[in-house]
T-cell receptor, first 117, second 110 residues
Framework: GAVVSQHPSRVICKSGTSVKIECRSL??????MFWYRQFPKQSLMLMAT?????????EQGVEKDKFLINHASLTLSTLTVTSAHPEDSSFYIC?????????????FGDGTRLSIL | QKEVEQNSGPLSVPEGAIASLNCTYS??????FFWYRQYSGKSPELIMS????GDKEDGRFTAQLNKASQYVSLLIRDSQPSDSATYLC??????????FGAGTQVVVTP
């Protein structure tokens, strides 16, 4: 099955630091990847759709200058949380879908737990 | 606003019994529906997908879809303690985006 790799799995850093998270599709090409955030005991909230070779599209209420997304190749998307603050602490998860096969579902990376001190 | 509704639970199920989870969705244009299982602190794992009306079985799992009623369900037969998790119902909308329900917590008791 489709495999999505996400790195790092955990980040602990000081307030004001920028943090980059990588999401890779290992055995398929993903022209589109998705970034989610999940707070404790809540469901996944879609933050943005990452499009290879073009700008990401952000969901309402998500600051595009705060959460920078780059999708430079068909297998790699990155999310950078700029100048992170404690309220940005959350579980960030990426997903990707093999668009070459019609109804294929999204497959998720293992997530990145971000803790800002 | 696209919405997917689930009972949050917890749903307590004796080991060996059937767990029944329900989900309704608001977007009549949704074509694809998924059930994901999420263990605490982990990312979601796909367990079932369903695209047409009726039942779809995969091992101990059966998904049911009724587009007229905008209803999706998941049955887990012979529930095991390892099935204890949060189950997320999701439907697709524009450009393959997923709309998730809040999730139903299932607790299988020995």
């Amino acid at each position: 099955g489709a495999v999505v790799s996400q790195h790092p799995s955990r980040v602990i850093c000081k307030s004001g630091t920028s943090v980059k998270i990588e999401c890779r599709s290992l055995d398929f090409q993903a022209t589109t990847m998705f970034w989610y955030r999940q707070f404790p005991k809540q469901s996944l909230m879609l933050m943005a759709t990452s499009n290879e070779g073009s700008k990401a599209t952000y969901e309402q209420g998500v600051e595009k200058d705060k959460f920078l997304i780059n999708h430079a190749s068909l297998t790699l998307s990155t999310l950078t949380v700029t100048s992170a603050h404690p309220e940005d602490s959350s579980f960030y998860i990426c997903s990707a879908r093999d668009w070459s096969d019609g109804n294929q579902p999204q497959h998720f990376g293992d997530g990145t737990r971000l803790s800002i001190l | 606003q696209k919405e997917v509704e689930q009972n949050s639970g917890p749903l307590s199920v004796p080991e060996g019994a059937i767990a029944s989870l329900n989900c309704t969705y608001s977007d009549r244009g949704s074509q694809s529906f998924f059930w994901y299982r999420q263990y605490s602190g982990k990312s979601p794992e796909l367990i079932m997908s369903i695209y047409s009306n009726g039942d779809k079985e995969d091992g101990r799992f059966t998904a049911q879809l009724n587009k007229a009623s905008q209803y999706v369900s998941l049955l887990i037969r012979d529930s095991q303690p390892s099935d204890s998790a949060t189950y997320l119902c999701a439907s697709t909308f524009s450009w393959g985006k997923l709309q998730f329900g809040a999730g139903t917590q299932v607790v299988v008791t020995p």
